[in-house]
């Protein structure tokens, strides 16, 4: 639905997020103090990393998973949950 | 209606973007993640105050859904009143979901979680429980298990304990509500979005119940979260069952439980609870794993 379609329209002076998903361009990656590092050989690509990640950090493609650095905050879920260690972690540079 | 056999064919998309203001490896978080690929962009959102608040801060929001925020007492109101609305204008397919905290469902919310089960309105609450109230820097609640420590029960010289009430038993309460309830896992999404699916189905009210780990107040490391939601259900002291019509069903029964002490080491709110309260602790799980034992497959409230 278009905004000038929609039904409600706010009460003036009071904002509304218009834009979903707009959270998506806000920089978590230097929450970081490890970052995932994914190898291609090893995957199975069981969809166990991109399934468990809190904040969608990894997206799925059709190659498999791909870490998206600007929204993983470094929790390792995906690094301790992987069944075949293809993920491993790495010490971010500080 | 046909459910999801493994992870890899649970739904691919997303509707849940990073970027929020969550911890790092939050549980309700990831839970409200995977319930959205199930309930898609037409949901609306109920929310009461707590943790999940803070996830759309102006100008941004993770979601892609809709999204009301209220007051921790009368998150079921709102969306009682967000369903009779949208059923006025002939939109019956938008789905109107609940997202509140244990303290917003165990305590400061209930008669209002009461009143809408009552009259059986056609509403989802799910209610991530992290037993006890996250947001505000880990206070008892009444969903908080005996040998915790929280902020306002501390070990000390003359409690070793910690919290020496037992929790409440909000399944039962909410199975005798007549309306569908059931708990479930972060670590069995399957599982999880399955009994998602059949609430949506369902015409009335549903309440699931979410274990979310909280990396901060139980104090682990957050790689653990997910370990941790699996070995609650392991060893006994998250089981995993649903109650429809007073009649209990086991979702994942197991011969034998582990012992809770696998449970209880990887957490820093369990560290210092003496051998007898680990005791104490233990009994209390058999007995509430013997008693849905005991009744699953039959009339339980």
Redesign the interface.
């Known amino acids: 639905m278009r905004e000038e379609e929609l039904p409600y329209k706010g009460i003036e002076g009071i904002p509304i997020i218009k834009e979903p998903g707009s959270a998506a361009k806000v920089n978590r990656g230097s929450w970081r103090l490890v970052r995932p590092v994914h190898n291609r050989d090893k995957c199975t690509k069981c969809k166990i990393c991109y399934t468990y990640c809190p904040d969608a950090a990894i997206n799925w493609t059709p190659d498999g998973p791909e870490i998206n650095l600007n929204s993983c905050k470094g929790c390792m879920i995906c690094v301790e949950e992987c069944p075949t260690d293809a993920m491993t972690e790495e010490k971010e540079a500080t | 209606m046909q459910g999801f056999k493994s992870?890899?064919n649970?739904p691919?998309q997303?509707?849940?973007?990073?970027?929020?203001s969550?911890?790092?490896?939050?549980?309700p978080?990831?839970g409200l993640?995977?319930a959205l690929k199930v309930l898609g962009?037409e949901t609306i959102i109920v929310n009461a105050s707590g943790c999940m608040t803070l996830?759309?801060l102006?100008?941004?929001?993770?979601?892609?859904?809709s999204w009301i925020h209220n007051a921790i007492e009368n998150a079921s109101s709102t969306a009682a009143g967000a369903r009779h609305g949208l059923d006025m204008?002939g939109n019956e397919d938008m789905n109107v979901v609940v997202y509140a905290g244990d303290g917003a469902t165990y305590d400061i919310g209930f008669a209002s979680l009461s009143a809408a089960a009552t009259k059986n309105e056609r509403i989802i609450y799910i209610c991530y429980n992290n037993q006890s109230f996250g947001n505000t820097g880990f206070q008892w609640s009444t969903a908080t298990p005996y040998g915790s420590e929280t902020k306002t029960t501390p070990r000390g010289k003359n409690n070793p304990i910690g919290t020496t009430v037992v929790n409440k038993n909000m399944l039962k309460i909410m199975g005798a509500h007549r309306v569908y309830a059931a708990t479930a896992s972060?670590a069995y999404?399957v599982d999880f979005l399955n009994k998602l699916n059949r609430a949506k189905e369902r015409d009335g009210f549903s309440y699931i119940e979410l274990l979310g780990s909280c990396?901060a107040g139980w104090n682990y490391d957050?790689?653990?979260?997910?370990?941790i939601s699996k070995l609650a259900v392991r060893c006994g002291m998250w089981p995993l069952y649903e109650i429809e019509n007073g009649v209990l069903t086991l979702s994942k029964d197991f011969s034998e439980l582990k012992r809770i002490d696998e449970f209880l080491k990887l957490q820093g709110r369990y560290r210092a609870l003496p051998q007898d309260g680990v005791d104490r602790l233990q009994v209390l799980v058999n007995e509430h794993w013997g008693e849905l034992k005991e009744y699953n497959g039959h009339r339980y409230v």
């Open positions: 992870i890899r649970l691919e997303d509707y849940f973007t990073g970027g929020s969550a911890c790092a490896g939050c549980g978080s990831l993640k995977l962009p996830l759309p102006y100008p941004n929001t993770p979601l892609k859904s204008l972060l999404p990396t957050p790689r653990m979260t997910i370990r």
